[in-house]
């Protein structure tokens, strides 16, 4: 674990959990969207994210626009940035017709608003974002690593010519979103990837890291039998 130089953000929306993460120095920073919000049964956008940023202020947290239309996304953006010097502001690659958003990001970036693009699946996509953030302010581009893996593709060589694109952009930083399981955290360390996004479950499997197999086979083997016993099956 200490020799991971990859940034650990955690992925939620639950206020308590974020909290509490925040005092761990192996978190370097928080992402959220409307879907995990909407999740965790959060009311209202601005009060929640107002609560998390008087207690969480020295650590990046992003909170996405929801807005479809580009005009509107700009207005909500001003306005979310102007929450915290540790906002970024999450912009959807597209909007829900597939429009681009890039104008809109240059717009922002270039305004001196911190932009975490997100939604990004594509090598076509980062080269259109990276052209759109460069010389703006500190951005982070996140690529859906996890659920293009969903598709049966193998996301590392997207990721690595990502890193290829951005590699004079010192504003820009690259992230690996939607891990899906611990071994993502390995996978993108490796290929020097700046940041992962990890949602709890897989949090609380950081201390595996480095674990004797031998020992971990022991343990899974114990468990089967000890789940067996308070079972009571017989044959």
Sequence with gaps: MNNLKIKLFADGADLQSMVKLSQNPKIKGFTTNPTLMYKA??????????????????????FEVFADKFDEMAIQAKEIASWGSNVYVKIPITNTYGESSTKLIEQLSHSNIKINVTGIFTVNQIIETNYALKNGAPSIISVFAGRIADTGVNP????????????????????????????????????????????????????????????????????????????????
Aim: charge should be neutral.
């Design 41 to 62: 049964g959060v009311k209202d956008y601005r009060t929640f994210a107002k609560d998390l940023l008087k207690i969480i202020t020295d650590k990046p947290i992003s």
């Design 156 to 235: 590392v060589p997207i990721m690595e010519i990502a890193l290829s694109i951005i590699d004079n952009e010192p504003n820009i930083e690259l992230l690996w979103a939607s891990s899906r399981e611990l071994y993502n955290i390995i996978e993108a360390n490796k290929i020097g990837c700046h940041i992962i996004t990890v949602t709890p479950d897989i949090l609380t499997k950081l201390n595996l890291i480095g674990k004797n197999l031998k020992e971990f086979s022991l343990e899974t083997v114990k468990m089967f039998y000890d789940d067996a016993k308070k079972s009571n099956y017989s044959l």
